[in-house]
């Protein structure tokens, strides 16, 4: 006999639509992807406070908080990266299904690992935000020194330097943080999920 345990999903009595109906808004996932510098985690943390202060129930998921408990035992290779965002996404589906806004912020570097998380979900639940930055600019930000580290060889495998950065082929949102301020670039992602009736009227 098999000690292979057979796991099966438990359905339970309150549904998606139960939780989105008492939160009163839309639940989905707002994946932030763009370069190291590029301004993810800023823009995230000004959405998510926006969001909260008007009565929308968001949660921050940010890469580099994951990777300190999560995801510390992942390093930086592809396999490592694919690893990464494979967790998040199961993570935000989770929020999703608790019928809350969630916000990621990790570079997710490669299109095939953000097509693979944007398949767990339903057709309106992915909106990926490309935070777009030349990499000039996010090379003299370099906020953490994390450039220059790559660039004396100090780190390796460090997207933009020695690893490729794979450019949304067709995101929801594109905000240039390298051209517009913090407060626009929220103001655009806000009018797109109004829009789109993701979220209601701001209050």
């Not at 990464?84 to 996404?89: D, F, K, L």
Request: aromatic share 8%; charged share 30%; hydrophobic share 35%.
């Amino acid at each position: 006999m098999s000690s292979q345990r057979i796991v099966v999903w438990n359905e339970t009595p309150i549904q998606k639509a139960d939780r989105r109906k008492r939160n009163g808004h839309h639940s989905f996932v707002l994946w932030l992807t763009g370069l190291s510098g590029a301004g993810k985690s800023t823009l995230a943390n000004h959405l998510q406070a926006v969001l909260f202060e008007q009565g929308v129930q968001a949660y921050l998921l940010d890469g580099d908080n994951l990777r300190m408990g999560l995801n510390r035992d992942l390093g930086f290779s592809a396999e490592d990266r694919k690893e990464n965002v494979r967790r998040v996404a199961e993570v935000a589906k989770l929020f999703v299904d608790a019928g809350m806004v969630v916000i990621t912020a990790l570079i997710s570097p490669y299109q095939s690992d953000r097509d693979e998380a944007r398949a767990r979900y339903e057709e309106d639940e992915f909106v990926e935000v490309f935070v777009d930055c030349r990499l000039e600019v996010c090379q003299q930000r370099d906020p953490k020194g994390l450039y220059q580290k790559a660039l004396r060889g100090e780190i390796t495998n460090f997207t933009g330097v020695q690893a490729p950065y794979e450019a949304p082929a067709h995101p929801e949102i594109v905000v240039r943080t390298d051209e517009q301020s913090v407060e626009e670039s929220v103001h655009q992602i806000l009018s797109w999920l109004r829009e789109k009736r993701y979220i209601g009227p701001a209050q």
